[in-house]
Structures are given as structure tokens and as C-alpha cells.
């Protein structure tokens, strides 16, 4: 199925303004889907043969769906294309008078156009369904009026708001608490759950017909709302709960009319939030403090190593605190990271920028460069990478520019597929001999190498002629966890 952005962009041939309004629309309906009990479907017209095509479907969450089949892509005709088409010509909301049996229970529709720029782009087909129809309540009727108010907005232009991005996860929706609120800020209806959430926050007494300065938490900023005829979003907490508030002004013509309110209590997802940032920073702190304590081993090591009578020693030591080090820098990443993630690509240049540095000879001029990008990896990868990275670049440097050379180039490539890593150290030494086996004729540094490769990343080790005329590279193939 086609996305959204295609059907706008290839079905009716919109621009990309018109294309990022109706997107903003579509992020915010879900609203005008509760308030009026009805399905909505954001229709387009095809502009070389005149099509009405459904783009965009939405389900209430307060009533029985219309359409249990999902309508997206469709091309719409009979009585609702006549009404869709008279939106689109006219500019205007086009309400039926007389309900539509074609799907078998009686449906009443109303077609809101969508303007951008002087012109109908899209129209929103609001369809109810009949069959469940009684008489209706208080909330009914102020969900009902409300749906017609944002519906004019639409029609105007004037919904969904410019420069809104509220917390989609946690905004709340209509049926978590719903409060309607006049020009001058007065209650006029509260639904249950919104009396509810009030309570929670400490208050006690009956909130409708009085005004939002006499009891509310907040009401400066809900009061700004309605002067500015903008959203606000508010976050009031009290008593050990927390309520999160949405207000969004009703207006006509420009004219503020009054404002609806959503409500939704988040204490405990908020709780959650805390107690998660309180385990990251704790976490990060943890990988900080093993840093230091292998930046310390290292110096030990560093110090024994200068105690050493023998240069065989002394190499050892100096091999051991590379590879500290090496692991070192994937905690030290993971310390500035509260998400636990690590970017390779950073660590990868950390490690040539150290291991060239460390063996780095007068008269022996070696190039290290990087090629594509290995994105963020688990800790469970990364750390062996890393260890397995260094082996490679020290191996390479060691072996395949050692003395008598004047240098030359080693390039590192990172490939990342959708369920495999690949990493390739390549040198244009005078490479490996012909038979080579890295397990069988490797030195340690291999052998770590291959043992991570297989033990920890259940991978692949090859290390090859990379030319006939010499060169060697060494091939890294491993699974991406899912």
C-alpha cells in the first residue's frame, strides 16, 4: 500500500505545502473522530480524470466504526463522491439531510474542506453511524457541539494549529477527560474523568459554572490560551499526581469562542520516566567508573612495563594496555550515552587515532582512513569489535610496515546490511604468502582476534592476499542481534 505522502503526491498531484498541511491535519483528527462518534476520510481528487480517493481513514474511539474494512487507496463514488465533490467546488462544510443506506445501516455524512493557500486540497468526509442513535446526553451533546466547532475551524483553515508538536505518545484524547471552557474562562461542562482527574490533584468542589481562576493549578497558562487563541499544553502536579492538560481554543472568523481542554492523568507513566532516568544516570556512571579503573590498570601496566628487563616484556605489557584501552573507550562512549547505545564509527577513529599513534616510527609514514559508517551497536557487540579492530590495526601496522619501510596506507571499511556487520582492514603491504592460514600461522594478536570473532560475535575471521601483487585484508563478518 501506498504511503500517505505518495497518494498526496502521485493520485492528486499536491505540493509539498499542501502535502505537510494535510499531514498535520491527519496527526491531530483522532480528536475530531471522538468528539463527533463518527469515521473520517480524508478524501483527494485525482486531477487528470477527477477520482475521489481515500488517503487517510480514522476509527472513533467513542463509537461503532463505520467502515470495518480499511478504505485507503479506494476510490469513493455515488451519494458521498456527489457531496466530497460539491466540498471541493465550493469551499464550504456540505452537511446531507437525508441519511445513506448503501452499506446496509444509516449513515449521515458531512464533507469539511481543507484549504491551504485559497484552494480545497482535500476534504474530510465525517460519516456517523444512525443505528445506534438515542437520545443523548449532556456529553454527547458538548462532544457533538465541540466536533462542529473544530469542524468550522478545518474549514477555515484554522485547524489543526501552526507550530504545534505536542507529546503524541502521552497527549491526551477525548476520552480521558474532556472540559469545555467559555470566553472568559468559565467551566461549562467537565466529563467524568475529568472531574476525576481534578480530585486526584486536590479539588474537591464542583468545577462547572465557575471559573478557571477560582480552582485551577494552572490557570494563567490556560488563560493565555484563550486571550492568544493558541494552544497551550500544561503539566500540573499535586498531591503525588500528575495531570497532563491540553487546551485548544475554539474560535470563528478569528474570533475566540471559547476553548476545550483535554485532561489525562499520567502519574504513573511519569514515575516510570523518573525512575528510568535514575537507573541511566546510574548506569552511565557506572561505565565512567569502569573507565577509570582500566585507565588505572593501564597505568600499572605502563609502569611495570618500564621495569622490565626484557624487550619481549616490555612489548607484552605494551600490547596488554592497548587492549585495555581499547575496551576502556567503549565505556568511555557509553558513559556520555544515556540511551546505551554505541556510535562505532566514533570509536572506530578514537582507536586508529591511539593504535597509529602508539606505533608510530620516524621515517614511516602510515595513512589510516576510514571508509562507510557502522552506525550504533549494543554494548554486547561494539565492546568485541573494538578489541578485534585493534588486533587488526596493530597487526597490520606491525607486520605489514615494519622496519625498513617507509610506510604506506591501511583503509578501514564498515559496512552495515539489515542482518549482518562487516568490517575489512586492508593494507597495501607486501601482504600475506600464498596458504596462509590465520589460525594455523598466526601470531597472538590473530589468534584474539578469531577468538572474539567466533566466541563472542558469533562470526567470521578470513585473512587473504588482498592483490596478487601483494597486500593483505582482513575480513570481520558477524550477525546483527534483531
Not at 56 to 80: C, I, K, N, W
Not at 394 to 422: C, D, I, W
Request: aromatic fraction near 4%.
Amino acid at each position: 500500500m501506498s504511503s500517505l505522502e505518495q497518494l498526496l503526491e502521485e493520485r492528486a498531484g499536491l505540493p509539498e505545502g499542501a502535502v505537510a498541511r494535510v499531514q498535520a491535519l491527519i496527526s491531530d483528527w483522532q480528536i475530531l473522530a471522538d468528539l463527533a462518534f463518527a469515521d473520517l476520510l480524508l478524501c483527494v481528487r485525482d486531477p487528470s480524470d477527477g477520482e475521489v480517493v481515500v488517503a487517510a481513514q480514522m476509527r472513533p474511539y467513542t463509537a461503532q466504526t463505520v467502515h470495518q474494512e480499511d478504505l485507503v487507496g479506494s476510490a469513493l463514488s455515488g451519494s458521498a463522491r456527489a457531496a466530497i465533490l460539491r466540498a471541493f467546488e465550493d469551499g464550504t462544510i456540505v452537511r446531507d439531510g437525508e441519511p445513506d443506506w448503501s452499506s446496509g445501516v444509516p449513515v449521515r455524512q458531512e464533507a469539511i474542506p481543507v484549504p491551504w493557500q485559497g484552494e480545497t486540497v482535500a476534504v474530510v468526509a465525517r460519516e456517523a453511524n444512525l443505528s445506534t442513535v438515542r437520545a443523548p446526553s449532556q456529553l454527547e451533546l458538548t462532544y457533538l457541539q465541540t466536533a462542529n466547532e473544530l469542524a468550522t475551524m478545518i474549514a477555515e483553515g484554522a485547524f489543526p494549529f501552526q507550530g504545534e508538536d505536542p507529546e503524541r505518545e502521552v497527549a491526551p484524547r477525548v476520552g480521558d477527560g474532556m472540559v469545555r471552557i467559555d470566553a472568559t474562562g468559565r467551566v461549562t461542562y467537565a466529563s467524568p474523568n475529568a472531574v476525576s482527574a481534578y480530585r486526584r490533584l486536590g479539588v474537591t468542589a464542583n468545577v462547572v459554572r465557575r471559573s478557571l481562576a477560582d480552582f485551577d493549578l494552572d490557570d494563567e497558562s490556560l488563560m493565555t490560551a484563550l486571550i492568544d487563541g493558541r494552544p497551550v499544553e500544561s503539566e500540573v502536579e499535586a498531591r503525588g499526581s500528575v495531570v497532563l492538560r491540553r487546551i485548544l481554543p475554539l474560535t470563528r472568523g478569528g474570533r475566540v469562542l471559547g476553548a476545550v481542554m483535554l485532561m489525562r492523568e499520567v502519574t504513573e507513566l511519569r514515575r516510570h520516566e523518573r525512575l528510568l532516568l535514575s537507573k541511566d544516570a546510574t548506569i552511565r556512571e557506572i561505565h565512567h567508573r569502569v573507565k577509570n579503573n582500566l585507565q588505572t590498570v593501564a597505568s600499572l601496566l605502563r609502569v611495570q612495563s618500564r621495569r622490565m628487563r626484557t624487550e619481549e616484556g616490555r612489548e607484552a605489557l605494551e600490547e596488554s594496555v592497548r587492549r585495555i584501552g581499547s575496551i576502556a573507550l567503549v565505556h568511555e562512549t557509553l558513559s556520555e550515552d544515556a540511551r546505551q547505545r554505541v556510535t562505532f564509527d566514533v570509536v572506530a577513529q578514537r582507536l586508529v587515532e591511539v593504535v597509529s599513534a602508539g606505533l608510530a616510527a620516524p621515517g614511516r609514514e602510515v595513512v589510516t582512513r576510514i571508509e562507510g559508517r557502522a552506525g550504533e551497536l549494543s554494548p554486547q557487540l561494539a565492546s568485541p569489535l573494538a578489541l578485534v579492530l585493534s588486533e587488526l590495526l596493530q597487526n597490520t601496522l606491525e607486520h605489514a610496515y615494519g622496519p625498513g619501510s617507509t610506510g604506506g596506507t591501511v583503509t578501514v571499511r564498515l559496512e552495515r546490511g539489515p542482518a549482518t556487520f562487516t568490517m575489512e582492514v586492508e593494507d597495501d603491504g607486501p601482504g600475506v604468502p600464498e596458504g596462509f592460514d590465520h589460525v594455523r600461522d598466526a601470531n597472538l594478536g590473530l589468534q584474539i582476534a578469531d577468538t572474539l570473532v567466533t566466541s563472542e560475535l558469533a562470526g567470521t575471521l578470513t585473512v587473504e592476499r588482498a592483490r596478487p601483487d601483494g597486500g593483505t585484508i582482513a575480513r570481520v563478518s558477524a550477525p546483527l542481534p534483531r
